[in-house]
């Protein structure tokens, strides 16, 4: 059992900043990825940000400048900072976590709820 704490969405004006934060816990060998993805209304889920176990990271084209995702190994936690927010950015963000249950012989994938940021204009 895998669980997945999500936090710090809201409502901010353009150009204001939000940080999100996501910790995992329960059943976990070890995190292979932690990332985050968003889903507007009428529109499909997309990635927003990804970082591997090793640091590195990944960032969709339209965030990027602009976000900064980072990870405290200790804590199987991941953040994301995101700066110069606009209307655009509207969505609710999901975080996911892909993982080693008990040995390194299987790669699970587990959901967290989601959290809305909402961007006014």
């Known amino acids: 059992q895998v669980q997945l704490v999500e936090s710090g969405g809201g409502l901010v004006q353009a150009g204001g900043s939000l940080r999100l934060s996501c910790a995992a816990s329960?059943?976990?060998?070890?995190?292979?990825?932690m990332g985050w993805y968003r889903q507007a209304p009428g529109k499909q889920r997309e990635m927003v940000a990804i970082?591997?176990?090793?640091?590195?990271?990944n960032y969709a084209d339209s965030v990027k400048g602009r976000f900064t995702i980072s990870r405290d190994n200790a804590k199987n936690t991941v953040y994301l900072q995101m700066n110069s927010l606009k209307p655009e950015d509207t969505a609710v963000y999901y975080c996911?976590?892909?993982?080693?249950?008990?040995?390194?012989?299987?790669?699970?994938?587990?959901w967290g709820q989601g959290t809305q940021v909402t961007v006014s204009s």
């Open positions: 996911k976590v892909r993982y080693y249950s008990t040995t390194y012989s299987q790669l699970y994938d587990y």
């Open positions: 329960g059943t976990i060998f070890s995190i292979h990825a």
């Open positions: 970082i591997w176990n090793g640091g590195d990271s």
